[in-house]
């Protein structure tokens, strides 16, 4: 499978299918609607809206509904034709669809949260409808009775959520940069541990339990993929975005990772080969190469009399290093570097012509992509945003769908 993904021409790229047009402000979330040519928005303009595509080769609404208040998240259970939409004032309200996607029944609220709903996730055999908002918490409340169950808060905004449905384990990113891990029981849940390493929020999470993967998203541009399944705490940085990470999907058939950043930047990772974590940075009060001393370090300053230099970090081997000693600059991409980073001078005669060949594909969504889903079954990927489009894309030339379930490129 790598050795196919390896040898396709550079030329392949998503191909945009479809572009919906019509909100009047921003497109929080949208969706595929499984084995149909259609897709469900819910956006700011307070609408949730489902729209077919018909004859004309054009996408229409068969359904537009308004709600009182803008629409922030959305969940939706093909099977059941159950959605979830959460909205800005922090309730949730149930729909049911009907057979046709002409119709959409009003079922329930939940009053989930006092704050605006960042995240939803329903869950079908425990009847649970689990999410996280602005008021700083993870709520899960039962789709029978409509009562709350249990709520755990953070320090601060909880901005994405995955669930693994089996286990009840919760992933919560917050804004802090944290993302927490819980365990959610019937009326109480436990703190199981908090995983750091982003320097800005986290803007999404995806976890995939057969290989029990975490992968996270963040403002600062960076995507980790934590291997809780490893149980070693070994953590893969992926750097390869100029622009905050705003969605992510990893296809498990093929170890491919999929991200979309704010600035309409689509990457598609290889995590079929074995990459090497980047290493923790080295505290020094002198340069681990040369031996001058920091700035801070005004002993050996005096003693030496020497004026002090700033401190830098090598990417590759994390050593403290002077601007001297790393003059050079060089991507890295076994470790995650798809760009040039800072590394020392003896590293950058280590790194052969080789050991820069890229591991991602990188790719323009043009335009600015808040929210993105596929359908990975048919290669299709939906990515909305501030720029009020919604557009459909076919992922087959860049990622392995096709090699993996059989389903032909249109
Ligand atoms: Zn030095
Ligand atoms: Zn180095």
């Known amino acids: 499978m790598a050795a196919e993904i390896h040898s396709r021409p550079q030329s392949s790229r998503p191909v945009l299918l479809s572009k919906v047009e019509g909100h009047q402000d921003v497109v929080s979330a949208a969706l595929l609607i499984p084995k149909e040519d259609g897709v469900i928005t819910a956006s700011e303009d307070r609408t949730i809206r489902v729209w077919l595509k018909r004859d004309s080769g054009q996408y229409w609404p068969s359904i537009y509904h308004t709600m009182s208040s803008p629409c922030s998240a959305m969940a939706y259970h093909h099977d059941s034709r159950r959605i979830f939409v959460g909205q800005d004032n922090g309730a949730i309200m149930e729909f049911h669809i009907s057979e ?44 029978r009775s409509g009562s709350m169950l249990g709520r755990h808060y953070f320090t601060s905004w909880a901005s994405c959520l995955q669930y693994d449905h089996e286990t009840r384990h919760a992933f919560v990113g917050d804004y802090s940069g944290q993302i927490t891990l819980l365990k959610l029981e019937q009326n109480t849940c436990s703190v199981i541990t908090t995983l750091k390493g982003h320097e800005g929020s986290i ?41 905050k990470v705003q969605a992510i999907c990893y296809i498990q058939l093929t170890r491919q990772l999929v991200s979309c950043s704010a600035d309409g930047g689509i990457a598609v990772w290889n995590m079929d080969i074995s990459r090497e974590e980047a290493p923790q940075w080295l505290e020094s009060d002198s340069c681990q190469k040369c031996e001058q001393p920091f700035f801070w370090n005004i002993k050996q300053m005096w003693d030496t009399k020497t004026l002090g230099l700033r401190q830098h970090h090598c990417r590759k081997c994390g050593q403290a290093v002077c601007g001297k000693c790393s003059t050079k600059r060089s991507s890295y991409p076994i470790m995650g570097f798809e760009f040039q980073v800072r590394v020392c001078d003896s ?64």
Not at 213 to 239: E, N, P, V
């Open 100 to 143: 046709d996607f002409n119709k959409m029944n009003f079922v329930k609220t939940y009053p989930a949260h006092q704050n605006r709903v960042s995240a939803i996730t329903f869950c079908l055999a425990s009847e649970w409808v689990i999410s996280t908002g602005h008021d700083k918490c993870i709520s899960w409340m039962c789709t």
């Open 347 to 410: 590293c950058f005669e280590s790194i052969k012509d080789e050991d820069r060949t890229s591991l991602a594909t990188f790719h323009e969504g043009k335009h600015n992509i808040s929210h993105m889903s596929m359908d990975i079954s048919r290669g299709l990927m939906v990515t909305c945003g501030s720029d009020r489009i919604v557009k459909i894309w076919d992922m087959t030339p860049v990622v392995g769908c096709s090699l993996a379930t059989g389903f032909s490129s249109r």
């Open 203 to 243: 803007t999404s999470l995806w976890w995939d339990p057969a290989q029990r993967l975490l992968f996270s998203g963040a403002s600062d541009h960076s995507i980790i993929m934590w291997d809780i399944g490893g149980r070693k705490g070994r953590t893969l940085l992926l750097q390869g975005h100029h622009d």
